[in-house]
């Protein structure tokens, strides 16, 4: 009985070396791949930060927005929903949260509008969000209205003019004063002004961004 057992298991042995074998080096290449990919993502990003970081030096860029912030890489940036969101390499484990806000040297991007371990998504100031804006001593709402960035609703009749700079507001979580977009079109009439604005950021040219944390009130 014995003698037939170890006939059986060596038979099965034999299976799985011939059947088996392959799978398990397909996953042991597959592991082996996936972590020297990763350790090659970590050096490019660490370079290119660097890289960055020596552009805004030398360049002189004063950005005092961006004094405090998480520095993410942007992993993905859908052609077929090129205005709407980009994912970040940065999530719950880096201390990112839903609601904050997203931007670069030039302004305001976006805001994070899905969060997981290790990455993010952002949704874009062209997606159609809306936010609390300031010009000057005006304040107003931007959205999204016929393909075309625009502030409505603003809440005084102070004179606004083209080339003017829009500014996020202190009137939600995001942070005030960051940059958004300068306004190169003014539609008025006796009860209101409708601007039309274009974004400081390119869209087209996203690789890093900061990350600021969105304000918390008591």
Same mark, same amino acid.
């Given at each position: 009985?014995?003698?037939?057992?170890?006939?059986?298991?060596?038979?099965?042995?034999?299976?799985?070396?011939?059947?088996?074998?392959?799978?398990? !080096?397909?996953?042991?290449?597959?592991?082996?791949?996936?972590?020297?990919?990763?350790?090659?993502?970590?050096? &490019?990003? &660490?370079?290119?930060?660097?890289?960055?970081?020596?552009?805004?030096?030398?360049?002189? /860029? *004063?950005?005092?927005?961006? &004094?405090?912030?998480?520095?993410?890489?942007?992993?993905?940036?859908? +052609?077929?929903?090129?205005?709407?969101?980009?994912?970040?390499?940065?999530?719950?484990?880096?201390?990112?949260?839903?609601?904050?806000?997203?931007?670069?040297?030039?302004?305001?991007?976006?805001?994070?509008?899905?969060?997981?371990?290790?990455?993010? *998504?952002? *949704?874009?100031?062209?997606?159609?969000?809306?936010?609390?804006?300031?010009?000057?001593?005006?304040?107003?709402?931007?959205?999204?209205?016929?393909?075309?960035?625009?502030? &409505?609703?603003?809440?005084?009749?102070?004179?606004?003019?083209?080339?003017?700079?829009?500014?996020?507001?202190?009137?939600?979580?995001? +942070?005030?004063?960051? +940059?958004?977009?300068?306004?190169? *079109?003014?539609?008025?009439?006796?009860?209101?002004?409708? /601007?039309?604005?274009? +974004?400081?950021?390119?869209?087209?040219?996203?690789?890093?961004?900061?990350?600021?944390?969105?304000?918390? !009130?008591?």
């Amino acid at each position: 009985m014995k003698k037939g057992f170890w006939y059986i298991f060596f038979f099965f042995f034999l299976l799985f070396f011939f059947f088996g074998k392959d799978i398990v !080096y397909s996953l042991w290449v597959k592991t082996d791949w996936n972590l020297e990919k990763n350790i090659v993502l970590d050096s &490019e990003y &660490e370079r290119l930060k660097k890289e960055y970081t020596l552009l805004l030096e030398k360049t002189n /860029l *004063e950005v005092p927005f961006l &004094e405090e912030g998480i520095v993410s890489k942007v992993v993905v940036h859908d +052609p077929y929903i090129f205005f709407d969101k980009i994912t970040i390499l940065k999530g719950k484990n880096d201390g990112i949260e839903l609601g904050d806000a997203v931007l670069n040297e030039m302004g305001l991007i976006g805001k994070v509008s899905l969060v997981f371990d290790n990455y993010s *998504e952002v *949704e874009l100031i062209t997606s159609g969000a809306t936010y609390s804006v300031r010009i000057q001593n005006s304040y107003g709402i931007l959205k999204q209205k016929d393909g075309k960035l625009q502030v &409505e609703d603003i809440t005084s009749k102070e004179e606004i003019k083209k080339e003017e700079i829009i500014y996020t507001s202190s009137f939600t979580d995001i +942070p005030g004063d960051i +940059p958004i977009g300068k306004v190169v *079109e003014v539609n008025s009439s006796s009860i209101s002004q409708t /601007l039309v604005i274009e +974004p400081l950021v390119d869209f087209q040219n996203l690789n890093y961004v900061w990350i600021r944390k969105r304000v918390i !009130y008591e």
